[in-house]
């Protein structure tokens, strides 16, 4: 643990509080992608699999059940709760190709071939690119409310500071993990676009709308 990954993991909790008070406090779910949610409940589900067997600390357990359980919540809120405010027809990624890329990969590039190890990197690839669903529904709609930006930038945020992590972590502890660098890079990089327009507009009382 360092000053860096402990704030890039506020960040994350951070990101999914905001998306929750956006959908309880206006009661919708509207221009938020539920493909992208799905992936994410995909991503811890598959990720801590060793959430009853190896134990490292209170810390890390408690992250592992919250995120399991807010992204568990999260989708449920968006097929049940909350379902007549989602307009599917704006949440048209094709999912499938993102899935199916990140199971090839973690089957050719992993650690070791076993079971536990291989869904774990198959979480990663796929973490690397679930935010793609909601990117893809901002370009057809050119547009975002206010509270969907803060969720995203929260998000990319989180990521770019597990970039500094890593860096930080190599330097003083030799560190190295090409998955998981790899992926994070991928995962940043995606954000670029994004964070440009919320510095450029958001911050400064603008709408968020994407360039025609």
């Not at 699999?49 to 890390?60: A, G, R, V």
Request: hydrophobic share 50%; proline share 1%; with cysteine.
């Amino acid at each position: 643990m360092n000053l860096f990954r402990l704030v890039a993991d506020l960040m994350h909790l951070a990101s999914i509080l905001i998306l929750l008070l956006k959908m309880q406090k206006t009661r919708s779910v509207a221009g938020i992608s539920f493909k992208t949610q799905a992936l994410y409940a995909s991503v811890f589900l598959t990720r801590y699999t060793d959430l009853f067997t190896n134990f490292q600390s209170l810390y890390n357990t408690t992250m592992k059940v919250f995120f399991i359980a807010s992204s568990l919540y999260i989708v449920y809120l968006m097929k049940f709760k909350f379902k007549a405010t989602n307009d599917p027809r704006l949440d048209t990624f094709k999912v499938q190709y993102v899935v199916g890329g990140a199971s090839a990969l973690a089957l050719i590039a992993n650690y070791a071939f076993t079971v536990q190890e291989v869904l774990w990197t198959f979480s990663i690839y796929l973490e690397a690119v679930a935010i793609l669903p909601q990117l893809f529904m901002l370009t057809k709609t050119g547009e975002a409310e206010v509270i969907t930006t803060h969720y995203l930038f929260a998000l990319g945020t989180y990521r770019g500071l597990y970039l500094i992590n890593w860096i930080y972590r190599y330097w003083t502890e030799y560190y190295v993990d090409w998955i998981v660098w790899i992926a994070g890079a991928v995962q940043t990089g995606l954000y670029c676009d994004f964070f440009y327009i919320y510095f450029t507009k958001v911050l400064k009382g603008a709408k968020f709308e994407l360039p025609q």
